[in-house]
């Protein structure tokens, strides 16, 4: 069996808000609770500059923390274009995150105790020189450059250096090939530029906002949410493309309930509609975009009716949709969504994407994309990185458009075998739990078992932590520096991260981490400083601003520099593609052997007796980080299966009911989900929140409540382009006798 077994770290033997899904109503609520907190912040409340890590937008925020310097509160920075003042349920429920009792308390050694392994408590110095020993053995041995960082978020940025200090850079982040990726990939080959994060969606000011498959309010991104409630009020008009009714359907005029995985049919149809009525924007095509012929000839035959028999959204509907799109033109928004990876044409459908936003006019424009502009945060003085043999861009080569490393490519290169190049010895894995965010577990654990050697930092007990020989403990965002944040935006700025508090228990920032492990591999000139606080400070004075200033403000806005916000239509604008121009048609794509204008491809549909495995996001729970904190999980505790009636009847199940699912690779899930029976689901698929079912016993409310995803995901549809981990094909049947009636979990 297995010699790096999942150990539960439970086995150390040694030593409000409505929890409803009316997201879009939620800040009503929560500013309200701002306000009364704001009335009583008594004066001797102490409030501190941060910016959340409950998920990725990054919304600066204010803790205030009293006396007995326990935190109370957790408020939006008025002036943060991220936020407008107000956060989201996750970000306010944020002190959870601080105060779960069941974080990791110190450093973790794994060890062999009568034959059993298990895990025992450490000490930094111990499990510091540990890793350094064996990092700078795997290094002498086989080269710096296999050993590899899977990362996310803030921790990873100080990681990062750290392995690019001593020669690495076979680095990944599930963010790229599970997420964004694809789109990113897409939209550059038609604009030059990446989407990013926040996406330059001028929501506020838009007439028409198209959402492909991208459920905004569910996935609560804060101030894309206030925008796009702002923009119903102002009459917008919400085109929701989804097999599900979401949250952003309900408040649609138009939902489009397709058939799951036909996407690009519906959008080649629409582009078809669009150039026959003629009724794109001629002028803007005609000065911006190359290769129109080519679209026009390509669409030609791709009528409604011929979308109909694919996606089963009746011939009028897609006229009418679409000439409600060109008559909000260019004020339209074809949403580029953020999860992305679904059928493995994931970068082609975001080209498809990309072309209707070009047909109707609106990059670049007001109500459409604006053009987004960030700060660049000096670098704190240094020296020079040496240069890797090889990387992740070697190890994703096959892949010719990855535009960052591709987690799956990288962890495959810990299973050794003759045709390996890039031999992976030993990872670290820092503020990403990857046996939940990666599919197939069985490749993964292959992976593990074969490393050398696995150091995981994190703040919790979390299922990926059992695989590691060292666990490093972690002090969560509200207890530490972090790097400035600078985002792209409609102007510039910064915000900082500032401890509240002093580090529960015996946790540690990831700054640091990565200074002891630096100083002890030898390259401590890379980390040339005692306090992180210290590069933070040189860099704002570079800036022009000071730690003292941005301690008062918490947020800076800078002007513009690169022109302005959207398309000046007196002169000439060269876009940053090869062409200068928006290439409708993708000469890079043919010359790689690629579609150079996306086709709608068959994808495989569920057998008898299967559905359509479909997740996604509840707006108090981020991906699986969520589940355990205390006031989130007060919200929600487990995920549902939604299950439509008619399956419901020719199944008998009632809501409440417990299930299991098989998937068509008979994986049979580890826990029981409750069913929920609901009309918002297809008969052809069935939906779950994604985050859930944690298998860490020391997860005292997360686990075993509700089904993990990840776990059926075993069927994965590459895309060829840029590497993606298409995960929307996989098929479950739902079992109704407990299958595991024998066994011990
Ligand atoms: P989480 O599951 O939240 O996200 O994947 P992950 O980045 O793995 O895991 C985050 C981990 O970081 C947790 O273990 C948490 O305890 C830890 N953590 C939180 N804060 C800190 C901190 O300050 N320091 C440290 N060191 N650790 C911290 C996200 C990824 O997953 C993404 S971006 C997407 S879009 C995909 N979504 C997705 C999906 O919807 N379904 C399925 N099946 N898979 C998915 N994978 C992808
Ligand atoms: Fe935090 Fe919510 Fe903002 Fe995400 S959207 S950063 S969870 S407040």
């Known amino acids: 069996t297995s010699r790096r077994k999942f150990i539960k770290i439970s086995a150390l033997g040694l030593g409000g808000v409505a929890a409803s899904t009316t997201a879009l109503n939620m800040f009503g609520a929560s500013s309200y609770i701002d306000e009364l907190v704001k ?100 290094k002498e041995e086989f080269g710096a450059e296999s050993l590899a960082l899977i990362k996310h978020g803030a921790p ?30 897409g939209f550059s080959l038609t604009f030059g530029s990446w989407v990013g994060s926040p996406e330059p969606t001028d929501i506020r000011d838009t007439k028409c906002l198209v959402l492909i498959g991208s459920h905004i309010g569910e996935n609560m991104h804060n101030s894309q949410v206030q925008e796009m409630s702002d923009a119903i009020d102002n009459g917008a008009t919400i085109i929701t493309v989804d097999p599900r009714f979401s949250t952003a359907a309900s408040k649609s005029k138009y939902w489009l309930a397709i058939k799951p995985a036909t996407d690009i049919a519906l959008m080649l149809a629409w582009m078809n509609v669009l150039i026959n009525e003629n009724i794109y924007d001629k002028e803007y095509i005609e000065k911006y975009a190359t290769g129109f012929n080519e679209l026009k000839e390509h669409v030609s035959t791709f009528t409604p009716e011929w979308a109909y028999g694919i996606t089963g959204i009746k011939p009028d509907e897609i006229r009418k949709t679409a000439r409600e799109m060109a008559s909000a033109s260019p004020s339209v928004i074809i949403h580029p969504g953020r999860h992305v990876v679904w059928y493995g044409d994931d970068s082609q459908r975001a080209r498809a994407m990309a072309i209707l936003n070009a047909l109707l006019g609106s990059w670049g424009r007001r109500g459409g994309f604006y053009f987004k502009e960030s700060i660049k945060v000096p670098e704190f003085p240094a020296p020079e990185y040496p240069h890797p043999k090889w990387g992740w861009k070697e190890i994703g080569a096959k892949y010719p458009l990855a ?142 601003t000071s730690l003292e200033e941005m301690e008062k403000i918490g947020v800076k806005h800078f002007p513009r520099k690169s022109g302005p916000m959207y398309l000046n239509e007196t002169g000439p604008h060269e876009f940053p593609t090869n062409s200068g121009k928006i290439e409708l048609y993708s000469h890079e794509l043919k010359n790689l052997g690629f579609d150079p204008l996306p086709k709608y491809t068959r994808h495989p549909e569920p057998q008898q007796g299967f559905y359509r495995l479909n997740y996604g996001r509840a707006p108090m729970h981020t991906f699986s980080r969520t589940a355990n904190n205390p006031n989130l999980n007060d919200l929600k505790s487990e995920n549902n299966l939604w299950v439509n009636p008619k399956v419901a009847r020719i199944l008998g199940l009632k809501t409440g009911q417990e299930v299991w699912l098989k998937n068509q690779d008979d994986i049979i899930s580890t826990f029981s989900i409750k069913v929920r029976v609901t009309e918002r689901v297809r008969w052809d698929s069935v939906y779950m929140v994604h985050g859930f079912g944690h298998q860490e016993k020391k997860l005292s409310r997360a686990f075993g409540k509700g089904i993990n995803d990840t776990e059926l995901i075993t069927t994965v549809a590459v895309d060829p382009i840029m590497g993606g981990t298409g995960m929307r094909g996989n098929f479950v049947t739902i079992l109704t006798e407990n299958p595991h009636k024998n066994t011990e979990i």
């Open 39 to 138: 009335e009583n912040v008594a004066k001797n409340f102490k409030r501190t500059a941060t910016y959340c890590e409950v998920c990725f937008w990054k919304c600066a925020a204010w803790t205030y923390t009293d006396e007995e310097g326990s935190i109370k509160k957790i408020i939006g920075n008025e002036n943060d274009p991220h936020c407008y003042g107000r956060l989201c349920p996750r970000g306010t429920g944020g002190v959870g995150m601080y105060n779960d009792e069941d974080r990791l308390k110190t450093p973790l050694i794994r060890t062999t105790v009568n034959g059993e392994e298990t895990f025992r408590e450490a000490t930094w110095e111990e499990a510091l020189d540990l890793i350094a020993s064996k990092f700078n053995g795997i």
């Open 156 to 185: 990873g940025k100080h990681l990062e250096h750290l392995f690019q200090s001593f020669g690495s850079d076979t680095i990944a982040e599930p963010a790229y090939a599970q997420c964004r990726g694809p789109r990113e990939t």
């Open 403 to 544: 535009q960052m490393g591709i987690t799956t490519e990288v962890i495959k290169c810990a299973i050794p075998s003759e045709d390996n190049k890039y031999p992976v010895k030993a990872l670290m894995v820092a503020g990403t739990n990857i046996t939940k965010s990666i599919p197939n577990k069985k490749l993964l654990e292959e992976a593990i078992d074969a490393l050398d050697f696995m150091v995981v930092i994190d703040t919790m007990p979390m299922d990926v932590t059992g695989y590691a020989d060292v666990v490093l403990p972690e002090c969560t965002y509200l207890e530490r520096y972090d790097e400035i944040r600078s985002a792209t935006n409609r102007e510039p700025s910064i915000a900082v991260r500032i401890p509240a508090v002093a580090p529960k228990y015996d946790s540690k920032p990831s700054w640091w981490i990565a200074k002891e492990i630096g100083e002890r591999m030898g390259v401590g000139a890379y980390f040339n400083y005692t306090d992180y606080k210290e590069v933070i400070e040189w860099q704002l004075q570079q800036m022009g």
